[in-house]
T-cell receptor, first 115, second 104 residues
Framework: EAGVAQSPRYKIIEKRQSVAFWCNPISGHATLYWYQQILGQGPKLLIQFQNNGVVDDSQLPKDRFSAERLKGVDSTLKIQPAKLEDSAVYLC?????????????FGNGTRLTVT | GQNIDQPTEMTATEGAIVQINCTYQTSGFNGLFWYQQHAGEAPTFLSYNVLDGLEEKGRFSSFLSRSKGYSYLLLKELQMKDSASYLCAGKSTFGDGTTLTVKP
């Protein structure tokens, strides 16, 4: 089966600019997650979707970050305006369900550098 | 959310056995996952425990004690390619990972 697809792979922007990331989950996976991973830390959950509904966005900085999954498949994550501390790897993951033993499958991530 | 704690770094010798511990808050527990993450790559799933006891998968085993909020990942016959970060996780909450360095 095809894995989780993410693009772009790398992005360099200046602070106060905007950026968007795209994710296509594994076919049939209802749950989609966006994580931020800063070097040396574990992935931090930004937002979780179940189909096209938001399950958890409690750690999403909503003044600058937004995400959508309009048709319950692809998703985009946007940052506007970016800050220096947003430099991180943004990982998208998907799983069959929101609970139970279905593990997360991760994409290769987008490495964002804000200068 | 769940607080998940694990050691930051560990070092072991090729061919040896290493145990990576993880403690977590038991409230809202719904199973514990272990992932492996090589430098510059995405995490990949290793194991899942929801009941107490040991789950064995080849060279890797994972143990869970729900009453103690404790888990460990056991890696046997270490190989150089096992050098990576090992992440303990609830369903969607991750620890900061344990960076394992395997030396010849």
């Amino acid at each position: 089966e095809a894995g989780v697809a993410q693009s772009p792979r790398y992005k360099i922007i200046e602070k106060r600019q905007s950026v968007a990331f795209w994710c296509n989950p594994i076919s049939g996976h209802a749950t989609l997650y966006w994580y931020q991973q800063i070097l040396g830390q574990g992935p931090k959950l930004l937002i979780q979707f179940q189909n096209n509904g938001v399950v958890d966005d409690s750690q999403l900085p909503k003044d600058r970050f937004s995400a959508e999954r309009l048709k319950g498949v692809d998703s985009t994550l946007k940052i506007q305006p970016a800050k220096l501390e947003d430099s991180a790897v943004y990982l998208c993951a998907s799983s069959l369900g929101g609970i139970g033993n279905s593990p997360l499958h991760f994409g290769n991530g987008t490495r964002l550098t804000v200068t | 959310g769940q607080n998940i704690d694990q050691p930051t770094e560990m070092t072991a010798t090729e061919g040896a056995i290493v145990q990576i511990n993880c403690t977590y808050q038991t409230s809202g527990f719904n199973g514990l996952f272990w992932y492996q993450q090589h430098a510059g790559e995405a995490p990949t799933f290793l194991s899942y425990n929801v009941l107490d006891g040991l789950e064995e998968k080849g060279r890797f085993s994972s143990f869970l004690s729900r009453s103690k909020g404790y888990s460990y990942l056991l890696l046997k016959e270490l190989q150089m390619k096992d050098s990576a970060s090992y992440l303990c996780a609830g369903k969607s909450t991750f620890g900061d990972g344990t960076t394992l360095t395997v030396k010849p």
